[in-house]
């Protein structure tokens, strides 16, 4: 999962996002799919070589995309600040995509190359591609290429490949729960975390209102789960949590009005509500989470939605309430 604003066919810029015929809102597929291990050895897709070195590689993301949020989640989890560089995407994606422009408060520019957008990236790590340009993106400083822009993989290769480096062994991905947090993830990112997308972007009554409801069924059924326990898998928090994070952290924000997903909000459910602010809670993941960035590109960047790009003032911020 990714965040994506534009394509490359053959090394040539295409901003057009072609529309499905039933108007469903369909996310495209990524194209990097090698892992970091702490040997160097091939992961489960991909080539080897790319070993757990400290310094050696850098994180591409935006504030404003939930999949590039995870990634920065879990390099503050797994202690990764001081091994793995970080650049920040200016929050406005328009005609030219994801932009290295610093003249938004928190972008950093491209702190590597010094190139003018997320595309330059992809093509010089290959002049041919095609394909969709997104964040978030694993350099390899060393091999000058992608290791992957697939975030669902990063934040596995955070969570476990850097621990003899780093000493932190903190699981997210515990071998005795997989089998049940794929269960869990598999249903949050179909009807929430790219939920959301579908009812916002859905071309017709018909895809909205498939979408729209499938959210607040998925909303419901984890209120009523978080009766009972403090997290999705139990008294701990895993990765399926991780995952659901970044979306919680927009709803109110940008989802509820920007996506017309208004029928309640997270702060309307007492449970989710006190479980969604002790993840932001949680040492270092308030840094993670730049509010006006995701004001920002959501209102500004979708103009078929926004054409206007008027940025709503936005709901009181509650989020360092007592969880």
Same mark, same amino acid.
């Given at each position: 999962?990714? /965040? ?14 072609? $529309?499905?015929?039933?108007?469903? +809102? ?38 404003? /995309? ?26 406005? $994606? ?23 957008? %997320? ?5 010089? $790590? ?6 969709? %340009?997104? %964040? ?39 071998? &005795? ?6 269960? &869990? ?10 939920? &959301? ?15 729209? &409801? ?30 659901? +994070? ?14 017309? /997903? ?12 006190? !479980?969604?602010?002790?993840? !932001? ?7 993670? %989470? ?34």
């Amino acid at each position: 999962m990714r /965040c994506d604003v534009g394509e490359l066919i053959n090394g040539v810029w295409s901003a057009d996002r072609p $529309a499905s015929e039933d108007g469903e +809102f369909r996310r495209s597929t990524t194209r990097f799919h090698n892992w970091i291990t702490a040997d160097g050895s091939p992961g489960p897709t991909g080539s080897g070589g790319f070993g757990a070195e400290s310094g050696r590689y850098h994180l591409y993301v935006s504030y404003a /995309c939930p999949w590039a949020h995870r990634t920065l989640i879990f390099r503050t989890l797994k202690g990764l600040g001081q091994h793995i560089g970080v650049s920040v995407v200016h929050p406005e $994606a328009l005609q030219d995509g994801w932009s290295f422009s610093a003249d938004f408060s928190g972008a950093t520019g491209d702190l590597l190359y010094g190139l003018s957008f %997320v595309r330059d990236l992809y093509l010089k $790590a290959d002049p041919t591609i095609s394909g969709r %340009v997104t %964040v978030p993106i694993l350099w390899d400083k060393h091999r000058e290429t992608i290791v992957s822009n697939e975030s669902s993989e990063i934040i596995r290769m955070f969570n476990s490949a850097f621990d003899g480096l780093t000493g932190n062994r903190d699981d997210f991905w515990p071998q &005795v729960l997989r089998a049940k947090i794929e269960e &869990v993830n598999a249903r949050i990112y179909d009807s929430f975390n790219n939920g &959301v997308y579908r009812a916002g972007f859905a071309r017709n009554q018909g895809a909205y209102d498939r979408a729209v &409801v499938e959210v607040f069924e998925t909303l419901d059924w984890i209120e009523d789960r978080l009766d009972e326990q403090d997290f999705l898998m139990g008294q701990k928090a895993t990765e399926a949590d991780w995952r659901l +994070f970044p979306t919680l952290a927009r709803f109110d924000l940008v989802y509820h009005t920007h996506f017309k /997903c208004n029928h309640k909000r997270i702060i309307d459910y007492p449970n989710l509500w006190r !479980y969604a602010r002790r993840l !932001y809670q949680w040492p270092g993941i308030a840094g993670t %989470v730049n509010f006006e960035h995701i004001a920002r590109h959501y209102y500004f960047s979708h103009e078929t939605l926004n054409p206007n790009r008027i940025v709503p003032i936005g709901p009181v911020n509650r989020w360092s309430q007592p969880a």
